[in-house]
């Protein structure tokens, strides 16, 4: 029976290491990145375009909405960050901003103007890593 102890101590040691692996793969909001995984976003926005495309024969300026996909996983992969500043970092903002300026500038078309909208990136990507602390340098 005492041969049987260490290997039962191992097993247990190796399940919680397993489960500590485990919890540490998820972020900040683990059950929304899972739910927002399996989640069929791209096959909603193909026949959602293929469908208001067909019916209204707006092929051209519709085609913007598949933007939205790389902006949706971006938003599902910063719900995986560990840190706030992470989760920041991860955020779709250029891909935001780029639409943006699509949608403002096709619609009024200021595209001398909205120009700026694009500027917004590296100023927001600079405020976070400035003014947001990382948890470590928190406890130090």
Known sequence: MDSNAPKKDDNVKSK?????AKVSEYGIY??????LMKFPYFIIVVILYCGLSFAF???????????TIP???????????????AFLQLLPIPEICV?????ISFATGAWKATWLLLLVIPLYYWYVSVFVKSEKSENE
């Open 99 to 103: 639409s943006l300026y699509l949608i």
């Open 16 to 20: 919680i290491k397993n489960v500590a």
């Open 57 to 67: 024969d707006i092929w051209h300026p519709l085609w913007i909405i598949f933007i």
């Open 30 to 35: 683990p059950k929304t990145a899972s739910a």
């Open 71 to 85: 902006i949706y996983y971006r938003i599902v992969t910063a719900c995986k960050a560990k840190t706030k500043k």
